[in-house]
């Protein structure tokens, strides 16, 4: 495993990690290299029970999430699916844990206003990175860092979060991210459209070959269905959470979706070629800007 050099001073020194799947697992990793860094975690998956507690270098293992938060942290960063960190936040607020929390959930509105509710010390996080697997096998250090890292403040929390704002900047530099703040609804505003719409599309691309060509339609496949529908791949339980948590923002932008595909529809019907070239034209140019 890669050194770090070691920063003069750690914004934080007991660091628990709730969820060690793909992200939660990677930046358990990704903080490792820190020496002085205490990393107690947390999951209720067995085999990822077993293999975290062969690690030395994690100071606690614990399949319970009570025994989880009775540890003398200085920041919990909730790693779990959607809804469970929602449900982990309102056990944290019951419990009155003292320390300040974060979390790397793919929408952030809910999970604030839960937050909020439970009267703790929070500011979300996002960092902009995955796979179409998942699990603490799938995960590594080198996902996250680097990576476009989303901090989601809300002034309601006042001067405590403003505080540990410029602490969680300066964790995540440490591990090389460009750290970008956002409000959390403008967060669920943007990847609700260019994350979570894409999996659905992805989806939808994806059933409409199964539905119409049925399951042997695969062995004519090649890279550019493989690569459309990649995301398409995700794990399912995790989107449905998402596009639960995000549903008027998703539910909006799956009907301008089905309006792009309409013209596209109609242009092709009507053999309107120049028509048809001049919106893809568009398209394509927009699209190879992210080759720049």
């Known amino acids: 495993m890669p050194r770090f050099k070691l920063p003069p001073r750690l914004p934080f020194r007991r660091l628990g990690v709730a969820g060690l799947g793909l992200i939660g697992g990677s930046l358990a990793k990704a903080f490792m290299p820190f020496g002085g860094l205490e990393i107690s975690v947390f999951d209720n998956n067995p085999e990822t029970i077993r293999e975290a507690g062969r690690i030395k270098r994690l100071a606690r293992v614990t399949s319970d999430p009570d025994e989880f938060l009775s540890w003398p942290l200085d920041l919990a960063y909730l790693c779990l699916p959607v809804r469970r960190n929602i449900e982990l936040v309102g056990r944290m607020g019951r419990l009155g844990v003292p320390f300040p929390v974060t979390d790397s959930g793919s929408t952030k509105g809910p999970i604030t206003e839960a937050a909020l509710s439970a009267g703790l010390n ?73 994350s979570h719409l894409p999996y659905v599309a992805a989806s939808a691309l994806a059933g409409t070959a199964l539905e119409v060509g049925g399951p042997d339609i695969l062995s004519w496949v090649g890279t550019g269905f493989r690569d459309t529908t990649r995301v398409g791949a995700s794990p399912p339980r995790k989107w449905v959470e998402v596009a639960m948590e995000n549903s008027e923002n998703l539910s909006g932008y799956i009907g301008d979706l089905m309006g792009v595909l309409g013209r596209l529809r109609d242009l092709i019907a009507d053999r309107d070629e120049p028509g048809l070239a001049g919106l893809l034209e568009e398209i394509s140019s927009f699209r190879r800007r992210l080759a720049k």
């Open 122 to 194: 929070f500011c979300g996080g996002h960092p902009i990175a995955g796979k179409e697997v998942a699990g603490f096998g799938h995960s590594s250090a080198d996902l996250v860092r680097g990576c476009l890292f989303l901090l989601t403040p809300d002034q309601r929390f006042g001067d405590r979060q403003r505080e540990l704002l410029g602490r969680l900047r300066n964790l995540h530099e440490l591990l090389g991210c460009r750290v970008r703040l956002v409000s959390p609804s403008e967060h669920d505003r943007i990847y609700g459209l260019i």
